[in-house]
Protein backbone atom coordinates (compact mmCIF):
# COMPACT_ATOMS: atom_id res chain seq x y z
CA UNK A 1 0.00 0.00 0.00
CA UNK A 2 0.88 3.67 -0.98
CA UNK A 3 -0.11 6.82 0.37
CA UNK A 4 -0.12 10.21 -0.80
CA UNK A 5 -1.14 13.41 1.07
CA UNK A 6 -1.05 16.65 -0.71
CA UNK A 7 -0.86 20.27 0.70
CA UNK A 8 0.78 23.32 0.15
CA UNK A 9 -2.56 24.79 -2.19
CA UNK A 10 -3.80 28.51 -1.71
CA UNK A 11 -4.64 31.67 -3.02
CA UNK A 12 -2.31 33.00 -5.13
CA UNK A 13 -2.45 36.16 -7.55
CA UNK A 14 -1.76 35.57 -11.40
CA UNK A 15 1.71 35.43 -12.31
CA UNK A 16 2.47 34.48 -9.02
CA UNK A 17 4.29 31.18 -7.76
CA UNK A 18 3.32 28.46 -5.07
CA UNK A 19 4.82 25.10 -4.28
CA UNK A 20 2.38 22.13 -3.07
CA UNK A 21 3.74 18.62 -1.86
CA UNK A 22 2.76 14.82 -1.68
CA UNK A 23 4.05 13.76 0.63
CA UNK A 24 4.62 9.62 -0.19
CA UNK A 25 4.96 6.71 2.48
CA UNK A 26 4.19 2.96 2.46
CA UNK A 27 5.83 0.58 0.27
CA UNK A 28 7.29 1.98 -2.64
CA UNK A 29 10.02 1.09 -4.66
CA UNK A 30 12.39 2.42 -7.31
CA UNK A 31 9.99 1.20 -10.37
CA UNK A 32 7.45 3.34 -9.18
CA UNK A 33 5.90 6.72 -11.23
CA UNK A 34 4.28 10.04 -9.42
CA UNK A 35 2.45 12.06 -11.56
CA UNK A 36 0.52 15.16 -11.09
CA UNK A 37 -3.15 15.61 -12.13
CA UNK A 38 -5.72 18.78 -11.85
CA UNK A 39 -9.45 18.80 -11.92
CA UNK A 40 -11.00 22.10 -11.95
CA UNK A 41 -14.89 22.55 -11.98
CA UNK A 42 -17.10 20.80 -14.11
CA UNK A 43 -14.14 19.45 -16.30
CA UNK A 44 -12.38 16.32 -16.39
CA UNK A 45 -8.64 15.36 -14.21
CA UNK A 46 -6.15 16.78 -16.58
CA UNK A 47 -2.53 15.66 -16.64
CA UNK A 48 -0.03 17.99 -15.63
CA UNK A 49 3.05 16.27 -14.97
CA UNK A 50 4.66 12.71 -14.45
CA UNK A 51 8.03 11.45 -13.11
CA UNK A 52 9.89 8.53 -12.68
CA UNK A 53 10.58 7.51 -8.74
CA UNK A 54 14.27 7.21 -9.50
CA UNK A 55 13.51 10.60 -11.43
CA UNK A 56 15.37 9.88 -14.47
CA UNK A 57 12.58 10.93 -16.44
CA UNK A 58 9.70 13.70 -16.79
CA UNK A 59 7.09 15.18 -18.89
CA UNK A 60 4.65 18.02 -19.07
CA UNK A 61 1.52 18.60 -20.38
CA UNK A 62 1.49 21.33 -23.12
CA UNK A 63 -0.48 23.89 -20.94
CA UNK A 64 2.29 24.09 -17.94
CA UNK A 65 5.31 22.92 -20.02
CA UNK A 66 7.95 25.91 -19.23
CA UNK A 67 5.90 27.07 -16.04
CA UNK A 68 5.95 24.19 -14.13
CA UNK A 69 8.73 21.87 -12.75
CA UNK A 70 8.57 18.06 -10.64
CA UNK A 71 11.27 17.34 -7.98
CA UNK A 72 11.85 15.20 -5.30
CA UNK A 73 13.15 14.91 -2.32
CA UNK A 74 14.37 11.87 -1.04
CA UNK A 75 15.12 12.45 2.68
CA UNK A 76 11.60 13.30 2.84
CA UNK A 77 10.16 11.15 0.86
CA UNK A 78 7.80 14.15 -0.78
CA UNK A 79 7.29 14.64 -4.70
CA UNK A 80 7.06 18.91 -5.13
CA UNK A 81 5.41 20.45 -7.99
CA UNK A 82 6.74 24.12 -8.49
CA UNK A 83 4.24 26.00 -10.34
CA UNK A 84 5.58 29.34 -11.49
CA UNK A 85 3.63 31.96 -14.00
CA UNK A 86 0.77 31.10 -12.97
CA UNK A 87 -2.86 31.99 -14.77
CA UNK A 88 -6.54 31.93 -13.84
CA UNK A 89 -6.84 28.84 -15.94
CA UNK A 90 -4.27 26.71 -13.52
CA UNK A 91 -7.43 27.40 -10.82
CA UNK A 92 -7.92 23.79 -9.72
CA UNK A 93 -7.41 21.15 -7.33
CA UNK A 94 -3.99 19.22 -7.66
CA UNK A 95 -3.80 15.46 -7.16
CA UNK A 96 -0.79 13.38 -7.08
CA UNK A 97 -0.92 9.96 -8.03
CA UNK A 98 1.16 6.89 -8.49
CA UNK A 99 1.44 4.20 -10.36
CA UNK A 100 3.58 0.78 -9.20
CA UNK A 101 5.03 0.40 -12.74
CA UNK A 102 6.25 3.03 -14.29
CA UNK A 103 4.73 4.25 -17.62
CA UNK A 104 5.41 5.43 -21.43
CA UNK A 105 6.15 9.16 -20.44
CA UNK A 106 4.62 10.51 -23.83
CA UNK A 107 1.08 8.41 -23.71
CA UNK A 108 0.26 6.16 -20.69
CA UNK A 109 1.07 8.04 -18.26
CA UNK A 110 -1.37 10.90 -19.01
CA UNK A 111 -4.44 8.87 -17.96
CA UNK A 112 -5.63 9.25 -14.71
CA UNK A 113 -6.89 5.19 -15.53
CA UNK A 114 -3.22 4.19 -14.90
CA UNK A 115 -2.76 5.39 -11.35
CA UNK A 116 -3.17 2.68 -8.50
CA UNK A 117 -2.88 5.50 -5.87
CA UNK A 118 -4.42 8.72 -5.37
CA UNK A 119 -4.37 11.54 -2.33
CA UNK A 120 -6.68 13.42 -1.53
CA UNK A 121 -6.02 16.49 -3.21
CA UNK A 122 -5.07 20.43 -2.84
CA UNK A 123 -6.65 23.64 -4.05
CA UNK A 124 -5.15 25.91 -5.93
CA UNK A 125 -6.41 29.41 -6.78
CA UNK A 126 -5.05 31.66 -9.14
CA UNK A 127 -6.78 35.24 -8.76
CA UNK A 128 -6.84 37.55 -11.80
Known amino acids: QVQLVESGGGLVQAGGSLRVSCEVS????????ISWFRQAPGKEREFVGY????????SYSAAVEGRFTISRDNAKSTVYLQMTSLKSEDTAIYYC?????????????????????WGQGTQVTVSS
Open 97 to 117: AASPTALDLHAAARFPEKYMY
Open 26 to 33: GSISSSYA
Open 51 to 58: MNWWGGSR
